[in-house]
């Protein structure tokens, strides 16, 4: 797994976890629903730390507790 499919994986954990959807997710961050829509989009390679934080703020979580998941131990090397 790479790290946006992880990052997205995580995301929808959580989001799952209180019912929330992405609109939703959008609304509560303060992006826009396509930025939502296309960073949940695995097909998209993009990842910006600032709506990762923007998402985190909006679920009422840090980064460390984002992050503190074992999907982010064994990642695929991005390197190729």
């Known amino acids: ?8 994986m995580r995301f929808k954990e959580i989001c799952s976890e209180r019912g929330i959807k992405t609109n939703e997710l ?3 961050s303060g992006v826009t629903p396509s930025t939502a829509y296309s960073m949940m989009d695995t097909r998209r390679h993009d990842l910006s730390i600032i709506t990762i ?7 009422d979580i ?3 507790d984002f992050f503190d998941s074992p999907i982010f131990s064994n990642l695929d090397q991005e390197i190729k």
Do not use: Q, R, Y
Not at 1 to 8: G, Q, R
Not at 53 to 59: A, E, N, V, Y
């Open 62 to 64: 840090s980064l460390k």
């Open 1 to 8: 797994m790479n790290i946006k499919e992880a990052v997205v």
């Open 53 to 59: 934080k923007k998402f985190c703020d909006g679920l």
């Open 26 to 28: 959008a609304t509560l």
